[in-house]
């Protein structure tokens, strides 16, 4: 989704805020701008439609050179992905980039050009810029002027302001759009995610709910929601940037793929002991948290929201607690009538996602026990609002169609179910230890399953020239089957859906034909023969077969039928080893059609507007 960079320094900062935006590309979005404040004394943009190397090329034709500037990524909202629509946008002599979607823009330009403004885009974004100059004119000062204009704005907003008349400073808001300024020596930045300034710095202070901050050379001030002045602690990272090239991979995702086995294995570090979960992973006031439990509410969206549909039928089949799921769009707007003793779990990659933020926010209004972050970045907002965390531990995800955070989620909700049956005393006898035995022998059985990646690499072919596909699975593979079909279609663009296979005769059967390969997850388990009877169904109306089944599921290659045998896994496990073939195969679908694998068109990594 969009990306903001700042910065005010003294050295020319064009090149920093170009290399902001190539670190944030992983985001998604369809244009992208800079305005610098020049050396001559003038405000300057360029922007282009389509990639960030495009505005580059753009800027080597015609430099731009200074030591105040902004720059921005957008994914369109209001408007077409063109230049006209592209930040920054200009009011006066002041440029504003921004994140996130403001609500009442329709009456805000309606006032605004009334006033005389004239508008030169589609965007939400432009209302703000023009807003800030009638302020600027009336107020005087920028600090003050972005101050009272965000009393004015409804919706979201991460915002980045400079101005021509006052160059010597950057301003900026948050609210429910992340920011974080980058501390520098005699410079400093600003950005929408720290990742963009780790060229330059390695300690940050982020931006929290309301917060106003101006941005000088040597000072940073920050005003919170209530217009005190405040200090936010600065965080320092000495991680070392984690390594965002591809390595000996033609993609990030299947880079991302490759590295399940490694990122399994941090996400147990710690967390395990001989053969119990430690319950306190999930912070001090777990035990006793987790002891009061009697229900579960999960709430998440996309990839995150089918590692909590897989979740609920561990948490019902090995814990015994009673569990419900929803995705973060739908559960935030309904009127939800809240169990006692009911916590509240969300799941997210980014820790930033909009609706699921949202939903967090309502649900502390409800009544919830408490709340709990499965969630992969330390430093979001969903996990500093949450009463508890878990964070899954699979590194920087690039690759906008989620793999490695969702695996690494599976063992995270694992987990979580272990501790509250251990806590509450539900867990059926020797349980808790054999599954802790299974998960330490998972990431070599990952292992195992990515090996079987030209295996998956042939199967792609049958793809190649279809355009719709079936998936199905039964149980905690039925999930599986969703994401699998999420994964086709979002990096394909064929379609795809998902069913449980039950369901096939009760509808989905009517599409299957030789012309719609169906693809399924064979387990051996209890459901095993149940499944292979829907797969005579498939079989019976011409349907072609591909099967990922357990090498003890006694099923092989027949005609129009394509199996590929899967290293046998403890059930309970399963759906995390079935994902990893169904990611490989819609990546070497997507190679052969020859899609943006990393970026696929429409999409962004983090969503973070409704
Ligand atoms: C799909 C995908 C999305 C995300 C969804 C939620 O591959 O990545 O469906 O899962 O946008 O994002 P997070 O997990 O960051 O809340």
Redo the contacts with the bound molecule.
């Keep these: 989704m969009c990306g903001i960079v700042g910065a005010v320094a003294e050295r020319n900062i064009t090149a920093i805020l170009l290399e902001g935006l190539k670190r944030l590309e992983y985001r998604g979005y369809d244009s992208a701008g800079v305005a610098i404040f020049t050396n001559g004394g003038t405000l300057e943009r360029t922007r282009r439609p389509g990639k960030v190397s495009e505005l580059e090329q753009a800027l080597e034709n015609e430099p731009l050179a200074g030591r105040l500037g902004i720059a921005h990524t957008r994914w369109a909202t209001h408007g077409a992905p063109c230049e006209r629509n592209a930040h920054p946008h200009f009011a006066g002599d002041l440029a504003v980039v921004h994140n996130g979607i403001i609500e009442n823009h329709e009456t805000l330009r309606a006032q605004l050009k009334d006033l005389g403004y004239v508008f030169t885009s589609d965007t939400d974004t432009e209302v703000i810029a023009h807003l800030l100059e009638h302020k600027l004119k009336e107020l005087g000062d920028l600090t003050v002027a972005l101050k009272a204009t965000v009393k004015e704005l409804h919706g979201a907003y991460g915002l980045a302001v400079i101005s021509a008349q006052q160059p010597d400073r950057l301003v900026a808001a948050r609210s429910g759009s992340p920011l974080v300024i980058g501390l520098g020596m005699g410079e400093n930045f600003l950005a929408s995610d720290q990742l963009a300034l780790r060229q330059v710095t390695d300690r940050f202070v982020y931006l929290e709910e309301g917060d106003i901050a101006e941005i000088r050379r040597e000072s940073v001030q920050i005003w919170d929601v209530d217009g005190q002045a405040v200090e936010r602690e600065s965080v320092q990272y000495r991680d070392g940037a984690e390594a965002a090239d591809k390595g000996e991979f033609r993609h990030y995702m299947l880079k991302e793929i490759h590295e399940q086995p490694a990122v399994v294995q941090r996400t147990l570090e710690g967390r395990l002991s001989q053969n119990q979960v430690l319950v306190q992973a999930f912070g001090p006031q777990a035990a006793e948290l987790f002891a009061k439990v009697r229900n579960v509410q999960i709430v998440?969206?996309?990839?995150?929201?089918h590692a909590g549909m897989v979740a609920r039928y561990w948490l019902e089949e090995l814990a015994g607690i009673p569990c419900q799921v929803e995705v973060a769009s739908e559960f935030r707007y309904r009127k939800v009538v809240v169990q006692a003793d009911t916590l509240f779990v969300t799941?997210?990659?980014?820790?930033?996602?909009a609706d699921?933020l949202a939903a967090l926010r309502n649900a502390k209004e409800l009544g919830y026990l408490a709340s709990l972050a499965i969630c992969?970045v330390g430093i979001s907002s969903?996990v500093r609002e949450s009463d508890l965390t878990l964070l899954t531990q699979a590194g920087r995800e690039i690759g906008?169609?989620?793999?490695k955070?969702?695996t690494t989620q599976l063992v995270g909700l694992l987990l979580l179910t272990l501790s509250l049956g251990q806590v509450r005393g539900t867990l059926a006898s020797g349980v808790e230890a054999t599954l802790v035995e299974e998960l330490r022998r998972l990431p070599s059985r990952l292992g195992e399953a990515l090996a079987m990646d030209s295996t998956v690499e042939k199967i792609a072919e049958l793809f190649a020239e279809k355009n719709h596909t079936l998936f199905l699975g039964r149980g905690a593979q039925f999930p599986v089957a969703m994401e699998g079909a999420?994964?086709l279609k979002?990096i394909s663009y064929i379609h795809a859906e998902a069913y449980p296979a039950g369901e096939l005769k009760h509808g989905p059967l009517a599409l299957v034909d030789n012309d719609m390969p169906v693809v399924t997850v064979a387990p051996n388990n209890e459901l095993l023969e149940k499944l292979k009877s829907n797969l005579q169904e498939v079989r019976a109306r011409g349907g072609e077969l591909i099967v990922f089944a357990d090498e003890q599921a006694g099923m092989t290659n027949g005609e129009g039928t394509h199996v590929v045998q899967m290293p046998h896994i403890h059930d309970i496990l399963s759906p995390i080893l079935y994902t990893i073939p169904l990611q490989l195969l819609s990546y070497y679908v997507a190679v052969l059609k020859g899609t943006d694998v990393d970026q696929p068109r429409n999409?962004a990594?983090?969503?973070t507007v409704e």
């Design positions: 998440a969206c996309g990839t995150s929201y799941i997210s990659q980014s820790g930033e996602t699921t992969n969903l906008v169609a989620s793999t955070a969702f999420l994964k979002e999409l990594k983090s969503v």
